[in-house]
């Protein structure tokens, strides 16, 4: 049945919503997969009454400005890595900690647990953003120009970029690196002159962003682990019907394992095109992981006392 | 009424005073931050976290209190056609014309920077901790600053015979 | 919608309203007409768009460019280029356009370069029999150098727009900037010719070594940033604030000519200036946005595609409404403002974006000295005392000779692009 519309009206056409969301990342990518999958989930069960625009490449901004947008109803939804959210809460800086998953599965688990809902819930009350699902962007590798890294010896005065984020300085400075913080635009350029030389991302983004064509060494270093957020902006969910208000959750429950699963297997094809474009890779288990995560261990002892000691315990042992 | 104005202008001249001193200290600040953050990276080998989120932050507080101070003393950027053809009484209406127009926007400035202002309070910056209100404090604080330069302008323009 | 839009932002500038505010202005309308999205949406904009570490870049090319000129940097290099071309015919004017070269390789902005060559060259000029247009149109036009010429404010602004490396084009704008160079010597000789304008006396080789010694530090500084941004030393951003600390140093401690009261001056200074140009950067920045989620972008390139598909003919369309954009708009406005709407077809018609960000920033540098909004025009005008309306007439020679240099640029890609891939 048809919601009447404010000047009392009852038609079809009140009722068509469209919902811009914004990207950060190009068409194609794992991004690109999960957005499509919600598009035509919310698309069938609305029966073409939700539309949804999608927009490439930050047009509505960074990862930052586009929650800020949500929040005050300047833009309907977006996606984005975690590393943005720990500015309204702080718990979600826990996800820059290292080692802290020991894989997808584990990730998922923590994820879908009431870990995943207290820390949306937080995140709805700060922000006045709704978390609808955490889908994933996988394991940040390491790339550089030097050398295949092998053992924590290797990145010793290394020049590696990170964001703008303590718990990723004190990390790489624990390596014994040379760690950078380093604005998203300028990767490229720091990267291709030297003022950096080694950056973390998934090998998705490695590969869309052309990092091979200045980075030779790859190495799946299992260091940070970060969730990918489809979000929601709460004055624009709230203003929406009952009914469509259902669609939208549903339609995001419905695309999470679709998403994560297209992120695992771009990921595992992004190794194959790596290497097609000359990039050298070491797997996981050619890594000598130990030697950073002993180094690492400083880290934990700094940091895990502000979120807690035993709740990031508990997410470690999940 | 002609003290009152003449009080106000006296009290808008010393209030761009100071703003351009702190105008100087910030942009001082900034280089001084930078070039820090490039000593420590290159001499020192380790890398700060603070210095370019603060120096950008500064550089917003300095354009939009800059920009104000600019207005004042009739130096923003703007198509000087109109003016160049009308006599003196033609610009004096034409600058309250301008000036009402322009006043809508730094209402706009003032009131909206102040909400969003209210929005970001819970953002906390990663590199230095600060609460995002200081920065975007600069927006409302700008837009008075426009608006105090804004009504400086015209009454000097009806006061000077 | 879009009509009433557009409309209000030409009656707003149309009406001597800054153009910073008509920008935001005219937006802040357009927002307010769309169904859903809040003012706050105004406010927020401006301010993302300053807040940015590459167009930090700016404050520090300024602050740099002012410390040099008050520093007596400017003043050196005027008297190196004099020992080296002042008894030419036309000596004058081609020292003009030479310090000017050497200054723009300083300063990130034209009308800094105006203003610091400018002051002492135009009264120099008018001194030795130039007329008073001549003079201030030559010293006009060859500050536009300053933003061809790396380092530019307006090609970090492209550089962040287009998301493309900074670096790369401080580099691509090196021989366009000689390019125009050249055309100007030419100018300055064959108008010097016709009115008798005659050289300055010889200098000896040892005069030429004696002001080259004195200038060597002025002269070091493009060595510094360029050569520091390119060995990988450091970001644009950094090597303008390297570039501050340097121009800082050499004013105040080796040739002491900057005394704390002027250190006071040129602080604020600086940071008006910084404010002139980026508070455009933020209102543009918004109406950017707006114009781009309206979908406008997507329509133009329709439209251009409809038009031609000839890329020759392209690049002859964007000309024009470039150089038509840069009589009205500041060159900051404009980047913000045409870079979304025309790099996605440039791209498609195989231009590469390093080549077109050096068509933008050429075509705007020339609306630096077209009327009625030429910010070179303002300050030399100011400096010489004509009026603006001579200014404008007296530069219009200029303005054909730098078009030519503009189709040369755009259609002879390899002037811009050969220099950065040879470095690679
Ligand atoms: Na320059
Ligand atoms: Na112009």
């Keep these: 049945n048809k919601e009447a519309s404010s000047d009392g009206n009852v038609s079809a056409a009140t009722d068509k919503v469209t919902l811009d969301i914004s990207l950060s990342l190009a068409e194609g990518s794992f991004a690109d997969v999960g957005v499509q999958k919600f598009k035509e989930e919310l698309e069938k069960l609305s029966d073409g009454e939700i539309e949804l625009k999608v927009y490439y490449n930050n047009t509505f901004g960074g990862e930052r400005e586009v929650i800020e947008m949500m929040g005050i109803n300047s833009l309907a939804m977006a996606t984005s890595s975690s590393g943005a959210l720990g500015t309204w809460t702080q718990e979600f800086n826990m996800f820059d900690l290292p080692y802290l998953f020991r894989d997808h599965e584990h990730a998922y688990k923590v994820f879908d647990s009431e870990i995943g809902e207290e820390l949306a819930a937080k995140f709805e009350e700060s922000a006045n953003v709704k978390i609808l699902s955490y889908w994933t962007a996988g394991y940040r590798y390491l790339s550089n120009s030097i050398k295949p890294v092998k053992h924590v010896s290797d990145v010793a005065g290394m020049k590696q970029r990170v964001q703008e984020n303590q718990v990723q300085i004190d990390t790489w400075k624990a390596y014994g690196a040379n760690p950078t913080p380093m604005a998203w635009t300028e990767v490229f350029t720091g990267l291709q002159q030297g003022v950096i030389d080694s950056q973390s991302n998934p090998l998705d983004s490695i590969n869309t962003m052309k990092f091979y064509e200045v980075q030779k060494y790859v190495s799946k270093l299992p260091e940070l682990y970060q969730p990918y957020l489809l979000m929601i902006s709460k004055p624009k969910f709230d203003s929406l019907s009952k009914e469509h208000q259902e669609i939208v959750l549903q339609a995001a429950a419905n695309s999470v394992d679709h998403a994560r699963k297209g992120f695992e297997k771009l990921d595992e094809e992004a190794t194959e095109i790596l290497k097609e474009k000359g990039m050298e890779i070491l797997e996981t288990d050619e890594i000598d992981v130990d030697s950073f995560k002993e180094r690492a261990e400083s880290v934990y002892e700094k940091w895990a006392p502000e979120f807690g000691v035993e709740f990031i315990e508990k997410v470690r042992n999940f | 009424m002609k003290l009152v104005l003449t009080k106000y202008m006296a009290g808008v001249d010393s209030l761009n005073r100071v703003i351009g001193w702190i105008l100087a200290i910030m942009i001082s600040l900034m280089s001084i931050f930078i070039f820090w953050q490039v000593l420590a990276r290159k001499v020192l080998g380790s890398s700060l976290s603070w210095s370019e989120e603060i120096s950008r932050f500064l550089m917003v507080w300095v354009v939009l209190l800059g920009a104000a101070y600019a207005l004042k003393k009739g130096e923003l950027i703007a198509v000087e056609l109109l003016p160049e053809l009308l006599s003196e009484k033609g610009k004096k209406i034409l600058l309250v014309f301008v000036s009402l127009f322009s006043l809508v926007f730094y209402i706009i400035l003032t009131i909206y920077g102040w909400e969003i202002t209210q929005s970001v309070k819970v953002q906390i910056a990663p590199g230095t901790g600060l609460s995002m209100f200081w920065v975007y404090l600069a927006l409302p604080a700008g837009g008075i600053l426009f608006i105090l330069n804004t009504f400086y302008l015209i009454i000097e323009k009806f006061m000077k015979k | ?424």
Excluded: C
């Design chain 3, 1 to 424: 919608m879009l009509v009433i839009f557009f409309i209000s932002l030409v009656i707003l500038m149309f009406m001597s309203v800054p153009i910073a505010v008509s920008l935001g202005l005219a937006t802040a309308l357009g927002i307010w007409m769309h169904d859903t999205m809040p003012l706050m949406t105004v406010a927020q904009r401006v301010f993302i768009s300053i807040n940015s570490f590459p167009l930090m870049a700016i404050p520090f090319f300024i602050l740099a460019g002012n410390l040099m000129q008050v520093g007596g940097l400017s003043k050196r290099l005027v008297n190196f280029a004099s020992s080296l071309v002042g008894h030419f015919t036309g000596g004058l004017a081609m020292v003009a356009i030479i310090t000017s070269m050497f200054f723009a390789a300083i300063s990130g902005s034209g009308a800094a370069t105006t203003a610091a060559i400018g002051a002492i060259l135009i009264p120099a000029m008018i001194a030795k029999g130039y007329s008073k247009e001549y003079a201030s149109a030559n010293q006009a036009v060859s500050g536009a150098l300053g933003v061809i010429i790396p380092p530019s404010i307006s090609l970090i602004l492209y550089g962040v727009v287009a998301g493309v490396s900074v670096s790369d084009l401080f580099i691509a704008g090196v021989f366009p900037g000689l390019v125009i160079v050249v055309s100007l010597l030419i100018m300055a000789y064959v108008v010097s010719k016709k009115n008798g304008y005659v050289g300055v006396e010889k200098s000896t080789p040892k005069e030429i070594f004696v002001s080259f010694r004195k200038s060597i530090l002025a002269l070091l500084m493009p060595v510094v940033i360029l050569g520091g941004i390119y060995g990988g030393i450091f970001t644009p951003t950094e090597a303008a604030v390297v570039a501050v600390v340097y121009g800082f140093v050499v004013g105040v401690f080796i040739y002491k000519e900057i005394n704390i009261k002027q250190l006071g001056k040129v602080l604020i200074d600086s940071a008006v200036t910084t404010s002139i140009v980026m508070i455009i950067i933020g209102t543009a920045g918004l109406f950017s946005f707006y114009v781009s989620i309206t979908g406008i972008p997507d329509m133009i390139m329709s439209q251009i595609s409809g038009i031609t598909t000839n890329a020759i003919i392209f690049l002859l369309v964007i000309n024009l409404v470039l150089l038509i954009a840069g009589m009205f708009f500041d060159g900051a406005a404009a980047i913000l403002i045409f870079t979304p709407l025309f790099l996605p077809a440039a791209i498609a018609f195989g231009i590469d974006p390093i080549h077109f960000g050096v068509i933008i920033v050429v075509n705007l540098a020339i609306g630096l000295v077209t009327p009625p909004v030429g910010l070179n025009l303002f300050v030399a005008a100011q400096i010489s005392g004509i009026s603006f309306a001579k200014l404008s007439r007296a530069v219009l020679p200029f303005i054909v000779i730098l078009i030519i240099d503009i189709l040369i640029i755009s259609y002879i890609p390899a002037i811009s692009l050969w220099l950065p891939a040879f470095l690679k």
